[in-house]
């Protein structure tokens, strides 16, 4: 199914953002792009992601922007270093009869006197917060895409489900004359070929039964309306459906393929004809849906 979500997340200066996009595939595959600092995040990411994405290629892109720190430390400043090194300069002026002062400012200068603050680490376990809270946001935003999406494709497919069951309900209205038209179809071919057969004769009445027999369809009839029963449960539920709805129509369609091949009917299989074509569509459909 498609979607797309975006959201942000701001902390200590810094601005996380987030953006996701989905497109239909049969399988979960998750594509992450994160910032190289954030990297270790990446299993967590998924982690969020597939609790509430189970079908569909999904594209996140995760950028950080950091802002300018104010740091409240101050410039380190190492008075007995300074001290030793401003002893040694006099005690070397002296022994070389030198001439000069000795600044404040060359004492400064030494190596090791004044030493910048150092910039504080932040940790992978500080920046996830503000990592997942923007994740989050963007999952939102992309969960109701995705359902207003679902909901339309349930429409869709309540639409052809009707279809097929009405075809199904002209079937069994076809199933009973089925038998009879084939007991005079029989009788006339024997009045043709010459054959004197009384239309109660046994063997007549043997073939009209192992016809019968060959060609009843109620048991087939009665499963496809479980399973249409099944299928409708399926699709009012507020959960991903999508595999358990795939599933139902593999069974549907092994149904109409033994009905076709039991009704010995013109008519019956014409509206088989129909009806698969119907269940094709409604499985296409279906492998868009969560």
Request: hydrophobic content about 40%; overall charge neutral.
């Amino acid at each position: 199914m498609t979607g797309y979500g975006r959201g942000q997340s701001s902390q200590n200066g810094s601005k996380i953002s987030v953006e996701l996009n989905s497109v239909n595939r049969k399988q979960s595959d998750v594509v992450v792009t994160l910032p190289r600092e954030l990297a270790e995040l990446e299993p967590r990411v998924r982690d969020v992601i597939n609790a509430e994405v189970a079908r569909g290629r999904l594209n996140v892109v995760i950028a950080a922007h950091y802002g300018p720190k104010a740091s409240t430390q101050t410039v380190a400043l190492d008075t007995n270093l300074a001290r030793t090194y401003y002893r040694a300069m006099l005690d070397l002026q002296k022994e070389l009869n030198a001439a000069g002062e000795v600044s404040i400012d060359t004492v400064l200068r030494a190596p090791g006197v004044l030493r910048a603050p150092e910039e504080e680490e932040v940790s992978i376990d500080d920046q996830w917060p503000s990592v997942e809270s923007a994740l989050k946001e963007a999952l939102a935003d992309l969960v109701k895409m995705r359902e207003r999406e679902g909901k339309h494709l349930a429409k869709d497919l309540i639409h052809r489900l009707k279809t097929v069951r009405e075809c199904v309900r002209k079937v069994r209205l076809l199933q009973p004359g089925v038998l009879k038209r084939h007991r005079q179809s029989l009788h006339e071919r024997i009045q043709k070929a010459g054959i004197e057969l009384q239309f109660d004769d046994e063997r007549l009445v043997k073939e009209v039964i192992f016809f019968a027999d060959k060609s009843d369809i109620s048991e087939e009839l009665t499963r496809l309306d479980s399973h249409f029963a099944q299928f409708a449960h399926h699709l009012r539920k507020n959960e991903p459906v999508g595999r358990t709805l795939e599933f139902m129509c593999q069974e549907i369609g092994r149904e109409f393929n033994t009905l076709g091949a039991k009704a010995n009917d013109v008519e019956i299989s014409q509206l088989v004809v129909t009806c698969k074509a119907e269940m094709e569509k409604i499985r296409e459909q279906i492998q868009n849906i969560e």
